[in-house]
């Protein structure tokens, strides 16, 4: 099964300073490692559940050492983290866009191709990864707004962060389910529309140009 979960660039322990071969090369042999490390832990999910896997694990898998494991990643839940959140990205920044972005759309087609590894990280033990690393990349999005933004009302932006990223995973997991029918695009348009009015509600509207939801400057 082709890898759901693309590794995301990191500065790895290695560095060119400390390596003969041109950086080029060091980066060619970063990518590969992530990858293949990559690979193993979702291999290993599949096989035997979030649960079971482990660092030492994941190492045999993807024929590395543990510390060349350690050198990429700090541990199991450091993998999932980093890797979903080049996924998690784009619905999380459709929140301030007027339109969902087509990279939102693309985002929930590679979760329909891979639903059974998805559906494993969103319903299983995984979860809590997961959503931590979702909340985290609304709260970069809020981060975004332009401030003040305090009233004595408003919840502090982690928790929001949290409630949208609890709400729009409850969404995908059943969706994943393959009942409804929809398609990868309504799916989108429905997390862009529930995640906007989320924002207009617990935030207040921030001060759009009159032509998108990005925020002025």
């Not at 759309?105 to 590679?110: G, S």
């Amino acid at each position: 099964m082709r890898s759901p979960l693309s590794a995301k660039s990191k500065g790895s322990a290695l560095s060119a300073g400390t390596d003969s071969r041109p950086p080029e090369t060091v980066d060619r042999r970063v990518r590969r490692t992530r990858s293949a490390i990559v690979s193993a832990f979702n291999r290993l999910i599949l096989e035997g559940g979030y649960a079971s896997v482990t660092p030492a694990a994941i190492a045999a898998a993807a024929g590395v050492g543990r510390s060349t494991f350690y050198e990429h990643f700090g541990g199991v839940d450091d993998v999932l983290g980093q890797t979903l959140a080049t996924i998690l990205s784009p619905l999380a920044a459709g929140c301030l866009e007027d339109t969902a972005p087509e990279s939102a759309a693309r985002a929930l087609e590679h979760f329909w191709r891979n639903r059974r590894l998805g559906r494993a990280l969103i319903s299983g033990p995984a979860y809590r990864v997961v959503l931590r690393a979702f909340a985290a990349e609304f709260e970069l999005v809020l981060a975004r707004l332009p401030g003040p933004r305090s009233r004595d009302d408003n919840l502090r932006p982690e928790l929001i962060a949290l409630q949208l990223a609890a709400g729009q995973l409850a969404l995908i997991d059943a969706w994943l389910l393959g009942r409804s029918g929809h398609s990868p695009a309504q799916i989108a348009r429905a997390l862009h529309a529930s995640g906007c009015a989320s924002v207009m509600a617990l935030i207040g509207p921030p001060p759009f140009d009159g032509h998108s939801r990005k925020p002025t400057r």
